[in-house]
């Protein structure tokens, strides 16, 4: 057991099925955003907080000096005030100029900031997540989350930090004027407030409703688009382009349905708004004129609370809207948590050390494991590999040959029993550790969209341009790499598909030459090569071998023959172990395989003197 309590089954793992987005409130997202992401940066966002500030003051300024023009102006024909009082409203309007500026770009970056900083969050987990969390959840759930959401909350965090500081400030800042200078028209103004923030909250659960099933489309869409574009071979061989493009368009437009209703629930915040404030501002007038003619109340003083009640509904109105926005940034900001949230069930125990490898003796010591659907797939399986030594594990499709593999590595753990490298639980030393003494050579090799050498080198980046030429040779790549026109630095495409498979495979050998791991993994590294690209790189895979401990899946002659010891495996057990002629001899499991699945094989290689 490790120290998070893995169980084997590996849908156990803390319960995530798949990436569920709890409902959690605005407050606590927005309060996590703060803390964990904001936090770090808080010298910009004081800065931010400042010119918010100072932007929202001179606005409530304004109205004041309305009132001044009105009173001292125009009623009581001071000429100094004259003077004095555009350089004021120059000054004031400066300042709220240069406020907003500052406001607009230190707000600009820290949305992007949050951004940067929720999309490398995501990344980390995916690297460190356990594999089968990640083969579970689509990969568009993932791409949405790092284009779709990110960007929904990198405009809602722009606009809406704004929003909520600078304008709810400047509805504080007028307010205040309007309650100083008239707090009977103040009330008047403010009393549709309530009615206002009730129908605003009904409208954000709706959007956060409709927000959250468009982002769910937009990821089924992102999906669709990976897997058509993967498989559009098979599409097109079995003419179902119609289908997958109805299928496409029934996604789109669910998009395009949900997107609707956001639109509609967002554009219904502005009739309200617009009437409340409509009704606020007559009724002001109205009581305003009423006192003017038979009250006394002067000209300035109803000019400065008008334009205070004027200039107090922009604001408001951003606010209404800003709702809308930060809904559909909340529900995003979710989805995004639920990925950075993730933890991982293959973890290391806390102050683990490294593996120490001595002499690599590999024990799978009465291993147990079941993938998530909770059938057995490894039973007892007990093996031991001697240092040096090298196994080819052979049976039928499904009986569990790539799931050892996949345990050796520590992609996954054992629900019983216990997996040892020279002696060491491989639960109890650094994942680091267990990974960097294998390497792994599968049947369809992973090449990334880089230049040779890059991916000759991948996990020994610091290795010389002579020791990656040293490794190429010795896996038969040399020569084919140097007949490219810009050799080692050419670019292989996307999953290498610039190159043959064999050649594929050989830059993958000169990989796994260069890291120079004690263990080798094979899953039958040539099987998915033809006679004349195998036989190029048999020379280079048993360079690759010698003195290592190997342990292979196999499913030709050519394979098996390698083995120190075969073991033949049957429904997550080994059956029979021995060597080829042990086994022949035996007459059972082995010897059926032989005569059925490789007897074609075995002229050719008595051909070949092996
Ligand atoms: N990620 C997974 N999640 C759930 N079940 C899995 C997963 N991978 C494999 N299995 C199941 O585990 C069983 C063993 O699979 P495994 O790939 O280890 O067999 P194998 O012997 O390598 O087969 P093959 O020779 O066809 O590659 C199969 O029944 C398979 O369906």
Same mark, same amino acid.
């Given at each position: 057991?490790?120290?998070?309590?893995?169980?084997?089954?590996?849908?156990?793992?803390?319960?995530?099925?798949?990436?569920?987005?709890?409902?959690?409130?605005?407050?606590?997202? +927005?309060?996590?955003?703060?803390?964990?992401?904001?936090?770090?940066?808080?010298? =910009?966002?004081?800065?931010?907080?400042?010119?918010?500030?100072?932007?929202?003051?001179?606005?409530?300024?304004?109205?004041?000096?309305?009132?001044?023009?009105?009173?001292?102006?125009?009623?009581?024909?001071?000429?100094?005030?004259?003077?004095?009082?555009?350089?004021?409203?120059?000054?004031? +309007?400066?300042?709220?100029?240069?406020?907003?500026?500052?406001?607009?770009?230190?707000?600009?970056?820290?949305?992007?900031? =949050?951004?940067? &900083?929720?999309?490398?969050?995501?990344?980390?987990?995916?690297?460190?997540?356990?594999?089968?969390?990640?083969?579970?959840?689509?990969?568009?759930?993932?791409?949405?989350?790092?284009?779709?959401?990110?960007?929904?909350?990198?405009?809602?965090?722009?606009?809406?930090?704004?929003?909520?500081?600078?304008?709810?400030?400047?509805?504080?800042?007028?307010?205040?004027?309007?309650?100083?200078?008239?707090?009977?028209?103040?009330?008047?103004?403010?009393?549709?407030?309530?009615?206002?923030?009730?129908?605003?909250?009904?409208?954000?659960?709706?959007?956060?409703?409709?927000?959250?099933?468009?982002?769910?489309?937009?990821?089924?869409?992102?999906?669709?688009?990976?897997?058509?574009?993967?498989?559009?071979?098979?599409?097109?061989?079995?003419?179902?382009?119609?289908?997958?493009?109805?299928?496409?368009?029934?996604?789109?437009?669910?998009?395009?349905?949900?997107?609707?209703?956001?639109?509609?629930?967002?554009?219904?915040?502005?009739?309200?708004?617009?009437?409340?404030?409509?009704?606020?501002?007559?009724?002001?007038?109205?009581? $305003?004129?009423?006192?003017?003619?038979?009250?006394?109340?002067?000209?300035?003083?109803?000019?400065?609370?008008?334009?205070?009640? +004027?200039?107090?509904?922009?604001?408001?109105?951003?606010?209404?809207?800003?709702?809308?926005?930060?809904?559909? $940034?909340?529900?995003?900001?979710?989805?995004?948590?639920?990925?950075?949230?993730?933890?991982?069930?293959?973890?290391?125990?806390?102050?683990?050390?490294?593996?120490?490898?001595? &002499?690599?003796?590999?024990?799978?010591?009465?291993?147990?494991?079941?993938?998530?659907?909770?059938?057995?797939?490894?039973?007892?399986?007990?093996?031991?590999?001697?240092?040096?030594?090298?196994?080819?594990?052979?049976?039928?499709?499904?009986?569990?040959?790539?799931?050892?593999?996949?345990?050796?590595?520590?992609?996954?753990?054992?629900?019983?029993?216990?997996?040892?490298?020279?002696?060491?639980?491989?639960?109890?030393?650094?994942?680091?550790?267990?990974?960097?003494?294998?390497?792994?050579?599968?049947?369809?090799?992973?090449?990334?969209?880089?230049?040779?050498?890059?991916?000759? !080198?991948?996990?020994?980046?610091?290795?010389?341009?002579?020791?990656?030429?040293?490794?190429?040779?010795?896996?038969?790549?040399?020569?084919?790499?140097?007949?490219?026109?810009?050799?080692?630095?050419?670019?292989?495409?996307?999953?290498?598909?610039?190159?043959?498979?064999?050649?594929?495979?050989?830059? !993958?050998?000169?990989?796994? +030459?260069?890291?120079?791991?004690?263990?080798?993994?094979?899953? &039958?590294?040539?099987?998915?090569?033809?006679? &004349?690209?195998?036989?190029?790189?048999?020379?280079?895979?048993?360079?690759?071998?010698?003195?290592?401990?190997?342990?292979?899946?196999?499913?030709?002659?050519?394979?098996?023959?390698?083995?120190?010891?075969?073991?033949?495996?049957?429904?997550?057990?080994?059956?029979?172990?021995?060597?080829?002629?042990?086994?022949?001899?035996?007459?059972?499991?082995?010897?059926?395989?032989?005569?059925?699945?490789?007897?074609?094989?075995?002229?050719?290689?008595?051909?070949? $003197?092996?």
């Amino acid at each position: 057991m490790t120290q998070s309590g893995s169980s084997g089954q590996v849908s156990r793992d803390g319960g995530t099925d798949t990436l569920t987005v709890e409902d959690i409130s605005a407050y606590a997202v +927005m309060r996590r955003l703060l803390v964990d992401i904001l936090w770090p940066h808080r010298r =910009v966002l004081f800065v931010a907080l400042i010119s918010m500030v100072v932007g929202a003051a001179t606005s409530g300024a304004v109205p004041f000096l309305i009132q001044v023009v009105a009173d001292e102006v125009f009623v009581a024909k001071n000429e100094t005030l004259l003077y004095l009082l555009p350089v004021a409203i120059i000054l004031v +309007m400066g300042v709220r100029g240069v406020a907003d500026w500052t406001s607009k770009v230190t707000d600009a970056w820290l949305g992007n900031k =949050v951004v940067s &900083e929720l999309r490398i969050r995501m990344f980390e987990t995916l690297t460190k997540a356990d594999l089968a969390w990640v083969e579970r959840t689509h990969s568009g759930r993932f791409v949405s989350a790092f284009v779709n959401d990110a960007d929904i909350v990198q405009r809602a965090a722009a606009k809406t930090m704004t929003a909520l500081v600078k304008d709810s400030l400047t509805v504080f800042f007028l307010t205040a004027s309007m309650f100083y200078m008239d707090w009977r028209l103040a009330l008047l103004v403010c009393a549709g407030m309530p009615f206002a923030y009730l129908y605003l909250t009904r409208q954000r659960k709706r959007i956060s409703g409709s927000v959250r099933r468009s982002l769910k489309e937009a990821g089924d869409l992102g999906s669709m688009l990976t897997q058509t574009l993967q498989s559009l071979r098979v599409v097109k061989a079995y003419r179902q382009e119609q289908r997958e493009a109805e299928r496409f368009r029934t996604i789109v437009d669910n998009i395009v349905r949900y997107l609707m209703k956001t639109a509609r629930s967002r554009a219904a915040v502005g009739p309200v708004t617009e009437t409340l404030s409509g009704v606020g501002i007559a009724a002001a007038i109205f009581y $305003g004129g009423w006192q003017g003619i038979y009250g006394n109340v002067s000209l300035g003083h109803f000019a400065g609370f008008l334009t205070a009640a +004027m200039l107090t509904y922009p604001p408001m109105r951003t606010l209404a809207q800003t709702q809308a926005q930060l809904s559909e $940034g909340v529900t995003a900001a979710s989805r995004i948590f639920a990925v950075i949230d993730h933890s991982a069930i293959v973890a290391e125990k806390p102050g683990a050390e490294p593996l120490n490898v001595r &002499e690599a003796r590999i024990r799978f010591e009465h291993v147990d494991f079941s993938y998530d659907n909770g059938t057995p797939v490894l039973r007892d399986f007990d093996l031991s590999i001697e240092p040096g030594q090298k196994v080819a594990l052979v049976g039928p499709s499904g009986a569990g040959k790539s799931t050892v593999l996949n345990l050796a590595l520590r992609f996954f753990d054992p629900s019983g029993g216990r997996i040892l490298i020279d002696g060491q639980d491989i639960r109890d030393v650094t994942l680091p550790s267990v990974r960097g003494a294998s390497a792994l050579l599968t049947q369809d090799p992973v090449l990334f969209d880089e230049t040779i050498r890059t991916n000759i !080198a991948y996990g020994s980046e610091e290795a010389s341009q002579e020791k990656i030429i040293e490794a190429a040779k010795a896996a038969a790549a040399h020569d084919f790499i140097s007949r490219l026109p810009n050799g080692y630095e050419t670019h292989v495409g996307e999953a290498g598909g610039r190159l043959s498979g064999g050649e594929r495979q050989r830059v !993958a050998f000169a990989r796994a +030459m260069l890291r120079d791991a004690p263990i080798l993994l094979l899953d &039958e590294p040539t099987s998915a090569l033809d006679a &004349e690209a195998e036989a190029k790189v048999q020379t280079a895979l048993d360079g690759l071998l010698k003195g290592r401990t190997v342990l292979m899946i196999a499913h030709r002659l050519s394979t098996v023959k390698r083995a120190d010891l075969i073991c033949v495996m049957v429904e997550g057990r080994i059956v029979e172990r021995g060597s080829h002629h042990e086994l022949i001899a035996k007459n059972g499991a082995y010897a059926r395989m032989f005569h059925t699945q490789f007897v074609g094989e075995a002229p050719a290689l008595a051909a070949a $003197g092996r």
